[in-house]
């Protein structure tokens, strides 16, 4: 009898790695000349980060290092959903950095359907904020990552692959 062969197409973050990228953040900004005297506040939330520091050219420069500090720890810098900063009480300024985690419902029927156009002999099920990919040959599998691989620099979530079995 024929075995099936799957594995499971995830967005996610190592949180622990964004924890550190963050801690060398603040450590700059407590070093350096020009932001030295910023008073930043950075916030980490669950699903967000909240920058807030006393100008719009700051907050640019601190978003410029932290994606530094993030592509050097290995973090995609797609997990990074900027959002428009907005000015707070005492001339001070807050930007909001939302979390990618997870496939929404029309990025996973984006990606499935990417799959099956390109392969016929697959089978892709959307399971909450995964994908399962299972066939009959594990080259198929193989093809269907590095398909992904490459594909995904017009996706804006960063791909994982995960329980290849």
């Not at 963050?22 to 030295?36: G, H």
């Not at 506040?41 to 807030?52: G, L």
């Not at 520091?53 to 720890?73: F, G, H, N």
């Not at 990552?145 to 329980?163: C, G, K, T, V, Y």
């Amino acid at each position: 009898m024929a075995e099936n062969y799957s594995f499971d197409v995830v967005s996610d973050f190592d949180r622990q790695e964004l924890i550190n990228a963050i801690d060398q953040l603040r450590r700059e900004i407590s070093q350096r000349y020009d932001l030295k005297d910023s008073n930043t506040q950075i916030d980490i939330e669950d699903s967000a980060v909240v920058i807030t520091s006393s100008s719009e050219m700051t907050l640019q420069a601190i978003e410029d290092i932290l994606r530094q500090k993030a592509t050097k720890r290995k973090l995609s810098l797609k997990i990074f959903d900027f959002q428009s900063y907005e000015v707070s009480s005492g001339n001070r300024v807050t930007q909001r950095v939302n979390l990618r985690k997870g496939l929404s419902q029309e990025l996973a029927k984006k990606i499935s359907k990417l799959i099956r156009d390109e392969y016929k002999k697959i089978n892709v099920s959307i399971q909450g904020e995964s994908l399962r990919v299972s066939g009959k040959n594990k080259n198929d599998l193989q093809s269907v990552i590095s398909f992904l691989r490459d594909e995904e620099r017009d996706i804006e979530a960063p791909l994982q692959f995960e329980n290849y079995r």
